[in-house]
């Protein structure tokens, strides 16, 4: 059974910096289209960042380069390291794994943690 489990979420001021982690279970992230989303109250939810399976990386303009993320392939776990952190990247994020090596546009995500809450204050 595939389970994805985030922890690292927090409540941190303007500027802060936390690191988010994702462990696997199930299944090797190496060979998977992993990435973090996020959802705030009220609004869509969106790709923050993903990996395929060679490492090449992507990340949504509103974090480029503030986020970074990045895998452990011996731990099968995946990071979201945030710096500057701003009152809008305030959401619950989540992890969610595709069953494909590539990622991009129409990537259907069949599995997803439980979230983590990230709250930033001003």
């Known amino acids: 059974q595939v389970q994805l489990v985030e922890f690292g979420g927090g409540s941190v001021q303007s500027g802060g910096s936390l690191r988010l982690s994702c462990a696997a279970f199930g299944l090797s992230i190496r060979w998977y289209c992993i990435g973090w989303f996020r959802q705030a109250p009220g609004k869509e939810r969106e790709e923050v960042a993903f990996?395929?399976?060679?490492?090449?990386?992507s990340h949504a303009d509103s974090v480029k380069g503030r986020f970074t993320i990045s895998q452990d392939d011996a731990k099968n776990t995946l990071y979201l390291q945030m710096n500057n952190l701003k009152p809008e990247d305030t959401a619950m994020y989540y992890c969610a794994a595709a069953r494909t090596r590539s990622c991009g546009p129409g990537v259907n995500y069949n599995y997803w943690g439980q979230g983590t809450q990230v709250t930033v204050s001003s």
């Open positions: 990996i395929d399976s060679n490492g090449k990386t």
